[in-house]
Structures are given as C-alpha cells and as structure tokens.
Nanobody, 123 residues
C-alpha cells in the first residue's frame, strides 16, 4: 500500500527527493527510516498527514525536509547536503494513528511499510 521511489547515486553535497505514495488510502502519520549495511534500522523523519508537525533525527536536521502532497496522496523526503554517512536503504512507513512526536521514532508504531529504496552518496 506504500510505494517508495527516488533513490539513487549522488555525490556528497548533492540532493535527492524520495517519494512515498499511498495507494488506496491515506494514513495519519508517515515516517522515514533507513538501514545501512551492518547497522540497525534507524529513524530519520516523520510527520502527520495533517501537516501539524514534523520531527527529525539530529543528524539530518536542517538538511532533510518531510513534506506531503494531498492531491497525490504522497509524502516526500527532500534530502540536501548529502553525506556519505547518509548511504542506506530508505524505507517509508505509515500508521493510521496520528502519533505524537515522542512516538514517531519507534518503528514498532508503524504498521505499513514500503519497499526500500537505495540511496548511495559517494565521497
């Protein structure tokens, strides 16, 4: 029900925009997570579909931006000033619940997951 796209190979300092399209329904909260080789999946960003608030992991603040398009039923993750350490498989996730900020970083709160999209940042 979630279709992620937009990954690719980019040089350090470059930008990418990931998309996550919800097919057939919309959700209350959408999150982005990532998993680098040999590491656990980590929270990146999340926001409520109503746009009332967003939050980010510290390492991407002021570089990444979560947004949504009502008409397209799609959320985005704009990634700027990319660094090699941003290299990972990125996953979008969603829940019908409107999560409070403190809950959004927990992957267990999300019940729907898209397929991963690879982001590779070269130095």
């Amino acid at each position: 029900q979630l279709q992620a796209s937009g990954g690719g190979l980019v040089q350090a300092g470059g930008s990418l925009r990931l998309s996550c399209a919800a097919v057939g329904r919309s959700f209350g909260t959408y999150g982005w997570f990532r998993q680098a080789p040999g590491k656990e999946r980590e929270f990146v960003a999340a926001g409520r579909w109503d746009g009332t608030s967003t939050n980010y992991v510290d390492s991407v603040k002021n570089r990444f931006a979560w947004s949504r398009d009502y008409a397209k039923n799609t959320v985005y993750l704009q990634m700027n000033s990319l660094k090699p350490e941003d290299t990972a498989v990125y996953y979008c996730a969603a829940t019908t619940r409107r999560l409070i900020t403190s809950s959004r970083s927990s992957s267990g709160q999300y019940h729907y997951w898209g397929q991963g999209t690879q982001v590779t940042v070269s130095s």
